[in-house]
Every structure is written in C-alpha cells, then in structure tokens.
Nanobody, 123 residues
Framework: QVQLVESGGGLVQAGGSLRLSCAAS????????MGWFRQAPGKEREFVGT???????FYADSVKGRFTISRDNAKNTVYLQMNSLKPEDTAVYYC?????????????????WGQGTQVTVSS
C-alpha cells in the first residue's frame, strides 16, 4: 500500500511557474513508476507525464517542453516543475503510482492516487 500527498498548487499568472510535489509513503518507492495527471471541470482526467523507476520520463504533447518530472528516491518524492503556464493548464493535478515497470499512460494503469492539488492559471 502506498499513500500519496500532493502539494504546491496555487494561483499563477500566465507565463509563470509552479513546482508540485508528491510525497509518498511506502518502503518500495524506488521501484514504482510515478505519474502526474490533471482534470479540469467537466473534462476527463488526462495524462501529464510520468517517470519510471529508472527515471525515464514521458510527457503529453500538450506539456512537452514546458513541464519536467523528476524524482528523489531518498525523499520518497516526485516533482512536477511547470513553466510557461497557460490558462488551459488550469486543473486539479493528481499524483499516481504504479508498482513495477511503466505500464502506459492510462489512469487505469496506476495503482495508487493522491487527492489532488488545484492549479489555476490566470490570463
């Protein structure tokens, strides 16, 4: 069992930056692939990016070049650095974990989820 807690959300102007953190509890964090998803009101939850247990990263086309995922296994924490934010990035951002190897970008591929943190980008 893994518990995830997101933090770092808030209100930012377009073009600004935020860094989200996801703190994980569990004794095997380093063996998990970690993902970030987001969900805007009235929309489906969508994939943002992921980092595998060997720190290979994958990103959605909509955020590629602007967002960066990293992990610190010593701190059991994964980060989402968001730069050049746009109003369309406004959403609740969720951290997710999957045991073992990366299994795809679908939400159903992940085993554990945090409660989310709100990111609002003003125009």
């Amino acid at each position: 069992q893994v518990q995830l807690v997101e933090s770092g959300g808030g209100l930012v102007q377009a073009g600004g930056s935020l860094r989200l953190s996801c703190a994980a509890s569990g004794r095997t964090f380093s063996t998990y692939s970690m993902g970030w998803f987001r969900q805007a009101p009235g929309k489906e939850r969508e994939f943002v990016g992921t980092t595998t247990k060997i720190s290979t990263t994958f990103y959605a086309d909509s955020v590629k070049g602007r967002f960066t995922i990293s992990r610190d296994n010593a701190k059991n924490t994964v980060y989402l650095q968001m730069n050049s934010l746009k109003p369309e990035d406004t959403a609740v951002y969720y951290c997710a974990a999957k045991s073992g190897y990366y299994g795809g970008s679908r939400p159903g591929a992940f085993d554990y989820w945090g409660q989310g943190t709100q990111v609002t980008v003003s125009s």
